[in-house]
């Protein structure tokens, strides 16, 4: 059994693309803590497919991709953000290359593809399972590494902050049936994003938004948490996960067709299948709203026929068999899709060293905001946003911090029936967030969630589970002998926090009173110059931010 110590120089809460890049970047006379609170490897970076962006090219430039994201973001990605993300893309690469990610190469360059709304093929993969291959790699990396400890199956439950709540001094995880305080000399959120907060999403079970609900709690200040981006094409068969078809599948020329075959997203943009993310899944969803009564019953189809058989199965196995497992073979047969939220392009607020308003508290990966994004991801940019601002921990200060010696107080810890309401919170919210907060929104419609979910945290304030989460009872380092202890706080721990993220994302979406990028609201559907701004958030203040703030 893996004791976890009482203290780091540095905790990094997550084990995807980011936090193991982080990992590996901190200088090596730091004792690293990796905290992560499933196995290793799971998490959004193991399931990407399509690949991560880089001009790297010599008829790219990294101009051109730089103009690409700013057009994407919709007029509110940070420049000096995006400026850095497209001139390090290289070094990126090449890092990751020289640990021994094996991206595909077309002779002995690097293979590149085309995704939509890029101007240049410059999406490097390793076949469909690109994210598989970097965290295989950076895995093995970290694993080697004697300045880390894993704690695998260990949640973090939340910020341990100084007397004036303006500098982190650690963290409490869930590990073992107990609730453990380490300190640290700083602490570093990478935990991925919140789709599980919509029904439909492509995001995996992890992504509950625990970082973005942490530093919220703690007083950091968040940033655009309304902009999500909706993936026009998961797979839509019953009894299957809304496992995503890749994008690289359309630029590869699928096509997307309705019940009749028509390739109406012509209709809704000039590129059709290639439109940006967002358009494409307002057309899904405008399309089927002529024909069904409920849009999010049914589904349009991919058709990867005009794709040759060869390419189909040189660049798309994984899709290939995950189709097969649901009865669809891919050569001969229509893929059903729909749209399924993605990513999210808000998070906690950071500057290029990924610092967040709190002394010694970072965020990187999804979870932060650092203005890349702006209002709407350019495909491929996350992973590679990842890498970049993970590689600035390299430069990081750390002080020590004097440790304390807390007592371990044993506890029962069985809540049976708060355990039953949260679980029907933990059914509920998601398909409440997906109707009021998803493609198409409405201030009616997300007012109404607003007060639900304003009732369910008024009812959870009074649970004994949610105040030791919060450390409200005041007894840190708990030790639960009850065996169900653990799996009822931990449900607990990610319901509390999925419902502050959906009440942040639907009071975010009703503040931003247009449409643009990821937010689409059909009662203010223009975008607005009064809106080119950032949403910014600190406790339950919302305002509007200068662009570059
Ligand atoms: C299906 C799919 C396909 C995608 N394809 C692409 C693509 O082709 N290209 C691209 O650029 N992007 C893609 N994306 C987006 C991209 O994968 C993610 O944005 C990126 O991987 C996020 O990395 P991350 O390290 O921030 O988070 P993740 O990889 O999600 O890792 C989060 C980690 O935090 C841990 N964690 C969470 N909460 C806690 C907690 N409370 N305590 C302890 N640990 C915690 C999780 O267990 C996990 O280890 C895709 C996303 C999905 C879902």
Redesign the pocket.
């Known amino acids: 059994m893996n004791q976890i110590p009482p203290q780091f120089d540095v905790i990094v809460?997550?084990?995807?693309?980011?936090?193991l890049y982080a990992c590996l970047c901190l200088p090596e006379h730091l004792q690293v803590g990796l905290?992560?609170?499933?196995t290793l490897k799971?998490?959004?970076?193991d399931?990407?497919?399509?690949?991560?962006a880089a001009a790297i090219d010599p008829r790219d430039s990294p101009k051109l991709h730089f103009a690409d994201t700013i057009k994407a973001g919709a007029g509110i990605c940070d420049s000096t953000a995006v400026d850095f993300l497209v001139k390090n893309a290289g070094s990126a690469i090449a890092s990751l290359v020289k640990m021994g990610v094996a991206f595909d190469r077309k002779g002995d360059k690097l293979a590149m593809t085309l995704e939509a709304a890029h101007s240049r093929p410059r999406v490097l993969h390793a076949a469909d399972t690109?994210?598989r291959a970097i965290v295989s790699t950076l895995t093995a990396k970290v694993l080697a590494r004697p300045n880390i400890q894993i704690f695998s199956e260990?949640?973090?439950l939340s910020l341990w902050l100084d007397r004036g709540r303006t500098s982190c001094r650690g963290i409490s995880v869930l590990y073992q049936n107990q609730i453990h305080w380490i300190g640290a000399g700083a602490v570093i959120l990478?935990?991925?994003?919140g789709g599980q907060v919509f029904a439909q999403t492509?995001?995996?079970p992890?992504?509950?938004g625990?970082?973005v609900a942490l530093a919220w709690r703690a007083g950091a200040m968040l940033r655009d948490l309304e902009f999500f981006q909706f993936h026009p094409t998961a797979l839509t068969k019953i009894g299957a996960p809304r496992f995503?078809i890749?994008e690289a599948v359309r630029g590869e020329g699928a096509h997307l067709v309705d019940e009749t075959g028509d390739r109406f997203a012509f209709k809704y943009h000039p590129k059709g299948e290639l439109a940006p993310r967002d358009v494409v899944s307002r057309a899904i969803f405008t399309h089927l709203q002529k024909t069904a009564p409920d849009p999010s019953k049914v589904n349009v189809y991919l058709d990867l026929r005009p794709i040759a058989p060869d390419r189909i199965r040189y660049r798309f196995p994984n899709i290939i068999q995950v189709c097969q497992q649901f009865g669809i073979d891919v050569f001969s047969e229509l893929i059903p899709v729909a749209p399924a939220a993605?990513?999210w392009m808000g998070g906690v607020a950071v500057d290029t060293k990924n610092l967040t308003s709190i002394d010694r508290l970072y965020a990187i990966?999804?979870?932060a905001s650092t203005g890349v994004h702006g209002a709407n991801r350019l495909a491929?940019?996350?992973?590679?946003e990842?890498i970049v601002f993970a590689a600035q921990l390299s430069k990081v200060k750390v002080e020590a911090i004097a440790s304390e010696d807390l007592p371990i107080i044993n506890y029962g810890g069985s809540w049976d029936e708060e355990f039953k309401q949260i679980l029907m919170v933990r059914q509920e919210l998601p398909l409440l967030v997906w109707r009021s907060a998803g493609i198409c929104r409405t201030a009616l419609g997300m007012n109404k969630a607003i007060d639900l979910i304003q009732s369910w945290r008024k009812e959870f304030a009074n649970f004994e589970t949610v105040r030791i989460i919060l450390n409200q009872s005041g007894d840190r380092n708990l030790k639960f002998s009850s065996p169900d202890a653990e799996k009822q706080l931990r449900l607990c721990s990610e319901t509390i926090n999925l419902l502050d993220i959906a009440y942040l994302i639907l009071k975010s979406a009703v503040f931003r009173t247009e449409s643009r990028g990821g937010h689409y609201r059909t009662d203010y559907s223009q975008t607005s110059a009064d809106w080119q701004v950032h949403t910014l958030i600190a406790g339950d203040c919302w305002r509007k931010s200068n662009l570059e703030s």
């Open positions: 809460v997550g084990s995807g693309a980011a936090g905290i992560t609170k499933d799971i998490g959004a970076s399931w990407a497919q399509g690949g991560i690109t994210g260990a949640l973090a990478a935990t991925g994003g492509t995001n995996p992890v992504s509950t625990d970082g995503l890749s993605h990513y990966g999804e979870t491929s940019n996350s992973l590679l990842c």
